[in-house]
């Protein structure tokens, strides 16, 4: 998968002993990438040097027969060699402990881009790894990431409730539950469906005044303008009085056309869902605003998926998802971005995304797991970039080095974009054409190593009481 096109390829520069001594007066510099092409581009010794330098180097293993693993050379705290594992040599090396998951791909597969946590866990690793229970990672194969450019793999996201359609059954006087209705957490409701019988004394008095209000402005028909007047006002605030405590509307013409207060008052369901939380129990007194029941319309669901933070930049509102959970294996579902969360967790370097997924057969129940794919906003424009290894971060600027050309180099600051596929995008500090190193970088990866190693890149300034050498004459005569 790329999602960007690259403009110009970077080629890896292993440079052998002929292409040291970056600065004359610069030993330490020119001796340590000296020490590092021979450890990463001599061929190994003996009869079969010329075999194995036609196989390819899986990866390297620890010296020490320890169960740890690289994708470049490295060297152990002691200073030694990780040992490089060839294709064909990756079952030998299981009684030094490689994982299962280093082995050869299966036939039909591609190669090994990188392995994923077995739980599903956000978290990738580019070699052979264990969980903290003794699992292997997975190995995902060339061409199973994706098959479109520009989407990110997001590995966990969470089925939650709309937060727009969760609804609360309460009232807001005090009363008594004489019957329910709905008695069951999970139970399907429709809008106006009957929930519950309640006896409420407060509300008996308020209609034995509004129907008295009524029968009164009925009686007064033939009255003067101003008892007719104070007759209607009277009734207009004892239906208001009922209207704020939320009895309906049919209720209120069954009261007027029957003229009998009804004992007890039904409590309707204010929409479509399902019962999330039944705190109603018969015969229990509840008191106003106290939670009856919880009801969500799950029609429509969210799914909060964790995207890493540097895939965040990709996202957009209304970017396409897909969906994928476990308990219906080989059906996806879609959905699309809704809302990017502004803050992202300090502990797992991850934001929280918002996809609205319509569910009108219910199938995506509240806690679920889903794997989720985004169709992120990249585009097919052409940008230049780098490798990975090309790239030496300090945490606070970024760099890289230039080859100058007789084994000289250049350190230059450059502003990264993108990250996707092992480059990053270049936006600032480098030109198309411009070869930069992209092996032995590690030899200065310690921050601290930092800004020593780049000052080691530039010629030395002259000593004060060193005279500055004049200029050559140049062959004329002439300076």
């Given at each position: 998968?790329?999602?960007?096109?690259?403009?110009?390829?970077?080629?890896?520069?292993?440079?052998?002993?002929?292409?040291?001594?970056?600065?004359?007066?610069?030993?330490?510099?020119?001796?340590?990438l000296q020490?590092?092409?021979?450890?990463?581009?001599?061929?190994?010794?003996?009869?079969s040097?010329?075999?194995?330098?036609?196989?390819?180097?899986?990866?390297?293993?620890?010296?020490?027969?320890?169960?740890?693993?690289?994708?470049?050379?490295?060297?152990?705290?002691?200073?030694?060699?990780?040992?490089?594992?060839?294709?064909g040599?990756?079952?030998?090396?299981?009684?030094?402990?490689?994982?299962?998951?280093?082995?050869?791909?299966?036939?039909?597969?591609?190669?090994?881009?990188?392995?994923?946590?077995?739980?599903?866990?956000?978290?990738?690793?580019?070699?052979?790894?264990?969980?903290?229970?003794?699992?292997?990672?997975?190995?995902?194969?060339?061409?199973?990431?994706?098959?479109?450019?520009?989407?990110?793999?997001?590995?966990?996201?969470?089925?939650?409730?709309?937060?727009?359609?969760?609804?609360?059954?309460?009232?807001?006087?005090?009363?008594?539950?004489?019957?329910?209705?709905?008695?069951?957490?999970?139970?399907?409701?429709?809008?106006?469906?009957?929930?519950?019988e309640?006896?409420?004394?407060?509300?008996?008095?308020?209609?034995?005044?509004?129907?008295?209000?009524?029968?009164?402005?009925?009686?007064?028909?033939?009255?003067?303008?101003?008892?007719?007047?104070?007759?209607?006002?009277?009734?207009?605030?004892?239906?208001?009085?009922?209207?704020?405590?939320?009895?309906?509307?049919?209720?209120?013409?069954?009261?007027?056309?029957g003229?009998?207060?009804?004992?007890?008052?039904?409590?309707?369901?204010?929409?479509?869902?399902?019962v999330?939380?039944?705190?109603?129990?018969?015969?229990?007194?509840?008191?106003?605003?106290?939670?009856?029941?919880?009801?969500?319309?799950?029609?429509?669901?969210?799914i909060?998926?964790?995207?890493?933070?540097?895939?965040l930049?990709?996202?957009?509102?209304?970017?396409?998802?897909?969906?994928?959970?476990?308990?219906?294996?080989g059906?996806?579902?879609?959905?699309?971005?809704?809302?990017?969360?502004?803050?992202?967790?300090?502990?797992?370097?991850?934001?929280?995304?918002?996809?609205?997924?319509?569910?009108?057969?219910?199938?995506?129940?509240?806690?679920?797991?889903?794997?989720?794919a985004l169709?992120?906003?990249?585009?097919n424009?052409?940008?230049?970039?780098?490798?990975?290894?090309?790239?030496?971060?300090?945490g606070?600027?970024?760099?890289?080095?230039?080859?100058?050309?007789?084994?000289?180099?250049?350190?230059?600051?450059?502003?990264?974009?993108?990250?996707a596929?092992?480059?990053?995008e270049?936006?600032?500090?480098?030109?198309?054409?411009?070869?930069v190193v992209?092996?032995?970088?590690?030899?200065?990866?310690a921050?601290?190593?930092?800004?020593?190693?780049?000052?080691?890149?530039?010629?030395?300034?002259?000593?004060?009481?060193?005279?500055?050498?004049?200029?050559?004459?140049?062959?004329?005569?002439?300076?």
């Amino acid at each position: 998968m790329k999602r960007f096109a690259l403009a110009v390829l970077l080629l890896a520069l292993v440079f052998g002993a002929g292409a040291v001594g970056y600065w004359l007066g610069k030993p330490t510099a020119a001796t340590s990438l000296q020490m590092t092409a021979a450890a990463t581009s001599e061929p190994p010794s003996g009869a079969s040097s010329a075999a194995r330098s036609e196989r390819k180097v899986l990866y390297y293993k620890d010296p020490m027969g320890k169960p740890e693993y690289s994708p470049v050379p490295k060297k152990d705290p002691m200073g030694m060699d990780y040992i490089p594992v060839y294709e064909g040599e990756e079952d030998n090396a299981a009684a030094s402990s490689a994982p299962t998951a280093a082995a050869k791909p299966p036939s039909g597969k591609g190669r090994v881009l990188y392995y994923r946590n077995p739980m599903g866990l956000p978290d990738t690793s580019p070699v052979p790894k264990k969980d903290s229970m003794g699992m292997d990672y997975i190995p995902v194969y060339e061409g199973e990431e994706s098959d479109e450019a520009g989407t990110v793999k997001i590995t966990v996201g969470t089925v939650q409730a709309d937060e727009r359609r969760l609804f609360v059954v309460n009232t807001k006087f005090e009363g008594w539950i004489e019957k329910l209705h709905v008695n069951a957490t999970g139970q399907t409701v429709h809008r106006g469906e009957p929930l519950m019988e309640v006896y409420a004394p407060e509300l008996i008095v308020a209609e034995r005044e509004y129907l008295l209000a009524w029968q009164s402005r009925r009686n007064m028909a033939g009255a003067g303008a101003e008892n007719r007047s104070a007759a209607w006002q009277l009734a207009e605030a004892s239906l208001q009085r009922l209207k704020n405590w939320d009895i309906s509307d049919d209720q209120l013409k069954r009261l007027q056309s029957g003229g009998i207060v009804a004992r007890t008052l039904t409590l309707r369901a204010p929409a479509d869902g399902i019962v999330l939380e039944k705190m109603a129990v018969e015969g229990m007194r509840f008191m106003p605003g106290e939670p009856l029941y919880r009801i969500a319309d799950l029609s429509s669901v969210w799914i909060l998926a964790e995207v890493f933070e540097q895939d965040l930049s990709a996202l957009r509102d209304g970017d396409e998802a897909r969906i994928e959970v476990n308990a219906y294996p080989g059906t996806s579902f879609t959905g699309r971005v809704a809302f990017i969360y502004p803050t992202v967790s300090q502990e797992t370097r991850t934001g929280k995304v918002r996809i609205i997924v319509p569910n009108p057969d219910g199938r995506l129940k509240t806690g679920m797991y889903a794997k989720v794919a985004l169709d992120t906003g990249f585009d097919n424009r052409p940008v230049l970039a780098v490798p990975d290894s090309a790239v030496i971060d300090s945490g606070t600027r970024q760099a890289v080095l230039v080859v100058r050309g007789e084994g000289m180099f250049e350190p230059r600051e450059v502003k990264l974009g993108a990250h996707a596929d092992g480059y990053h995008e270049v936006r600032d500090g480098l030109a198309a054409g411009d070869r930069v190193v992209v092996s032995a970088n590690f030899l200065i990866d310690a921050e601290s190593n930092l800004k020593a190693a780049l000052k080691s890149f530039a010629p030395p300034a002259p000593a004060d009481n060193e005279p500055t050498k004049p200029a050559p004459t140049p062959a004329g005569g002439k300076p």
